[in-house]
């Protein structure tokens, strides 16, 4: 008889997720990452190993249906194992070298069809992604994550397929740093950064550094500078 045990839950919210909806090949992809690091953590916790690649593994994981509001995904397992441990094992492999490729696909809705990913209950050790934190996953650098604060910007263009920008960051030169536009109202038109071509903004952001450089800035809302 299937042992089935308590749910681990993973969530998106933002962009479509906000409309009780998600990409369909996004969520695949991340959710296919998701059960790979799922079967690896159960493999390690029961043969305190990891699985060679031909390795069988026999434990299986399901996801229960989704509830109204973001898009939340309930997992549980068929194992005669403490899902806790397997959870905690696969929120510790996020990030980590082992499974990289896994936890890749993971993240892979995050900034493309959703603006942030929660896996495991946070009170509980879960983790939270946000756009700089896939994004630092995925392109494999050794990026620095900054924490939420205001830049004075001059706005040089938008990209609207990609939800990106070019920004002149004030005490950054010359140099045009790629601002990804996590702001709801980016969504809308016009909306404040179609309106300020080549003005004046003062945005609230979380950048990313790499070697010690501004890389990139996740620009969460934003004002337009003069009369401030």
């Known amino acids: 008889m299937a042992i089935y045990t308590l749910p681990m839950r ?3 919210n933002g962009l479509d997720a906000a409309h ?3 990409d369909l090949r996004e969520l695949s992809i991340s959710l296919g990452g998701t059960a790979k690091l799922l079967r690896m953590s159960s493999h390690l916790l029961f043969a305190d190993e990891l699985p060679e690649s031909k390795t069988p593994i026999r434990t299986k994981f399901y996801a229960k ?3 109204e509001g ?3 995904v309930d997992i549980i397992g068929s194992v005669d194992g403490d899902m806790f441990s397997i959870a ?3 929120v510790a492999a996020i990030g980590a070298e082992r499974g990289r490729s896994a936890t890749i696909d993971v993240v892979h809705p995050v900034g493309r069809t959703c603006s942030e990913q929660t896996v495991g209950d946070q009170k509980l050790g879960g983790v939270n992604i946000d756009l700089p934190t896939a994004q630092s996953i995925r392109s494999g650098l050794k ?3 900054g924490d939420m604060a205001e830049f004075n910007v001059l706005l040089d263009g938008v990209i609207i397929h990609n939800r990106t920008c070019r920004l002149y960051v004030e005490g950054e030169g010359e140099k045009v740093v790629t601002g990804d536009l996590v702001d709801p109202v980016a969504d809308d038109w016009p909306n404040i950064y179609q309106d300020n071509l080549n003005k004046r903004l ?3 952001a979380k950048p990313t550094y790499r070697d010690g450089q501004l890389y990139r800035l996740a620009v969460y809302d934003a004002k337009p500078l003069e009369g401030l």
């Open 88 to 90: 905690s094992e696969t």
């Open 65 to 67: 249906p989704f509830k």
């Open 143 to 145: 990026l620095e994550i």
């Open 202 to 204: 003062r945005i609230t």
């Open 70 to 72: 973001c898009f939340p």
């Open 10 to 12: 993973v969530e998106f």
């Open 20 to 22: 009780d909806m998600i």
